[in-house]
């Protein structure tokens, strides 16, 4: 199949198909005589564990790594479950911050009066921050 084929197939756009390829994830596929790319069955496969990697916020190292141990038949699992386990200690860390980040917004908003009085803490907050960089 051609790239467009392939990439509604997998559910990965043309241009991403194209950037995997480029980076390695996806090895070079054989081309017609004209220069059309021809996807087969395995690289689609493949195109769809990067894309539910990607879903799942893995990265393009991690997504590398575990494209190689899916290909290797004689791989211990005990590797993909450390990148898995990782990555999930890193989300749990991210989500912390990112409740941390709401609760601060929740507050400065609920200082805020929002009504047409210039006042307001968010900006106030937000300037503080500008000027500690500076």
């Known amino acids: 199949m051609v790239i467009g084929e392939a990439a509604k197939a997998s559910g990965v756009s043309a241009k991403m198909l194209r950037y995997y390829e480029s980076i390695g994830l996806l090895p070079d596929v054989p ?68 409740t941390a980040m709401c609760s601060t917004l929740e507050e400065l908003a609920g200082a805020c009066r929002g009504d047409n009085r210039p006042d307001c803490p968010i900006l106030r907050d937000l300037e503080r921050g500008a000027r500690s960089v500076s």
């Not at 190292?61 to 386990?85: F, M, T």
Request: aromatic share 8%; proline share 1%; glycine share 6%.
């Open 31 to 98: 081309r017609t005589a004209s220069g059309y790319r021809t996807y087969g069955k395995r690289e689609v496969e493949t195109l769809r564990f990067i894309r539910r990697a990607r879903d799942l916020g893995l990265s393009m190292d991690r997504i590398r790594l575990l494209v190689g141990l899916w290909h290797d038949r004689e791989r211990p699992s005990r590797e993909v479950k450390r990148i898995a386990l990782e990555h999930v200690r890193e989300l749990y860390v991210r989500i912390s911050e990112l």
